[in-house]
């Protein structure tokens, strides 16, 4: 599955950015969906994942009660919605598909390596 992510842009601080993460060549229907971004100079970070129905999400703490995702199977879509934008949230952001639907995010999903495919990123940028 080829994945598309857009929304990316320039924001201020505090303010809301929606990013989107399209697939196409297969379903995501099946797939555990997460979003890590990499800041630069720095390594890849894991934002927050959805399991494959869309009832459970992890989020890593520094984005937690801030950043929301939400998917739409029907629509083969992911969506992370971003509200509160601080500077330190700069980033290039990625999304990624994982054929893994083990129950407990909180154990595995912040793991690069169980992701298979990946976007190729959308640069957000928060200004303070």
């Known amino acids: 599955v080829q994945l598309q992510a857009s929304g990316g842009g320039l924001v201020q601080a505090g303010g809301s950015l929606r990013l989107s993460c399209a697939a196409s060549?297969?379903?995501?229907?099946?797939?555990?969906m997460a979003w890590f971004r990499q800041a630069p100079g720095k390594e890849r970070t894991f934002v927050g994942a959805v399991n494959w129905s869309g009832e459970s999400t992890h989020y890593a703490d520094s984005v937690k009660e801030r950043f929301t995702i939400s998917r739409d199977n029907a629509k083969n879509t992911v969506i992370l919605q971003m509200n509160s934008l601080l500077p330190e949230d700069t980033a290039v952001y990625y999304c990624a598909a994982s054929h893994s639907t083990a129950r407990r995010l909180d154990v595995w999903a912040r793991y690069q390596a169980k992701y298979r495919s990946w976007g190729q990123g959308t640069q957000v940028t928060v200004s303070s």
């Open positions: 060549g297969g379903t995501l229907s099946m797939h555990t």
